[in-house]
């Protein structure tokens, strides 16, 4: 199997440093709130309500493992579940990488083992990200709810920052959409302008930007071409996806016998979905924890409660999807190893 060894070495450093930030993350998180009273509130907890929440992560994940073969069949050439597991719930090993970048080689070559282009391949990536952050709009409404729900300045402030920095996001996909050729002369103009200034590397980076706008149009024009209520429906998934994500963080309060809000607990795990994008830590280790910690920590009516939560949120919402997803890359790179008997 040839994938970038640079790219491996990559995760696998990020691996590293996931385990041990979220090691320290955690140990601090339960020190800081396990108290006396914590082990008498766990006699409260609702088996039901935690299988239920564990049934939703993985209806999700399967949830995600149909967008993506939704969006290949909607470029003609649907991939079966097997390489979508391993694209989809893959990547979660695979985003052990700051910005979850590392995880991009493999992805490509999953797509091209499926028969895809170098440029579909890339095409279909961009577009599994673009059918997201539409999904996303959805949310906005609920983030504007959040401003008169949430007494406390800090969501208020940061759900506005949020909604503010979607809109710059969607204003440029409408201008990439509506002049593609405008904007890559655009930045073709400052990549020269980098060069004379000797900022090399900034500068190769917006050109390898430039050649993904063109693959991204390609794509998009071939998939609207070809299968544009698959798209459509594609969208629906995410959307259905996302609402079950959101749902994880009520329903885990549930299960520990926690009372809480259940709307101001969807808008904080929808903040935080969105924060987290942006997070430099190989899979916002740290921060995740820390962020989990803090906004939640408004709502928990245990405070003796909030560490054993934040750590089950994580696991629900992330770490069973590196473990799940770490055996599914293992597997898939013994049997590339293994000689046909």
């Known amino acids: 199997m040839e994938v970038d060894k640079k790219a491996m070495n990559k995760i696998k450093k990020g691996l590293r440093i996931f385990l041990v930030i979220t090691v320290i993350s955690v140990i601090t998180i339960l020190a800081v709130t396990v108290k006396k009273e914590t082990f008498a509130s766990l006699k409260q907890v609702s088996p039901l309500f935690l299988t239920l929440t564990l049934a939703v992560c ?21 991939i079966n579940l097997k390489s979508s597991a391993e694209f989809t719930i893959g990547g979660y090993f695979l985003s052990l990488t700051p910005f979850g970048a590392g995880g991009l080689p493999m992805q490509i070559y999953i797509l091209r083992r499926e028969s895809f282009s170098f440029g579909e391949s890339g095409a279909v990536i961009a577009l599994r ?3 997201s952050l539409i999904a996303f709009a959805f949310g906005i409404p609920i983030l504007i709810s959040s401003r008169a729900i949430f007494d406390g300045a800090g969501i208020r402030i940061l759900s506005g920052y949020l909604i503010t920095i979607y809109a710059i996001f969607l204003i440029l996909f409408v201008l990439v959409m509506l002049r593609t050729d405008r ?8 990549s ?5 200034h000797r900022k090399e590397k900034l500068a190769n980076w917006i050109n390898k930007l430039c050649d993904e706008l063109e693959r991204f149009k390609f794509g ?13 429906l594609t969208i629906f998934i995410s959307v259905v996806s996302l609402f079950f994500y959101i749902l994880i963080a009520p329903l885990l309060f549930k299960g520990l016998g926690v009372s809480a809000p259940i709307m101001k607990t969807a808008i904080i795990q929808l903040i935080l979905t969105f924060v987290l994008m942006f997070a430099p830590t190989p899979g916002a280790s740290g921060i995740a924890e820390g962020a989990g910690f803090a906004l ?27 473990i799940i997803g770490g055996l599914i890359i293992l597997k898939m790179l013994v049997s590339k190893k293994t000689p046909n008997t």
């Open 129 to 131: 990200g673009i059918t």
């Open 58 to 78: 993985l209806f999700r994940m399967f949830l995600e493992c149909l967008r993506l073969q939704t969006l290949t069949w909607a470029f003609g050439n649907p």
């Open 192 to 196: 020269k302008f980098l060069v004379r």
């Open 220 to 232: 998009f024009k071939k998939c609207w071409r070809k299968g544009k209520y698959k798209l459509i």
């Open 296 to 322: 939640f920590r408004s709502i928990c009516m245990k405070q003796e409660l909030l560490g054993i939560y934040v750590v089950l949120w994580r696991f629900f919402t992330y770490y069973i999807g590196v």
């Open 183 to 190: 904007v890559e002369y655009q930045l073709l103009r400052f």
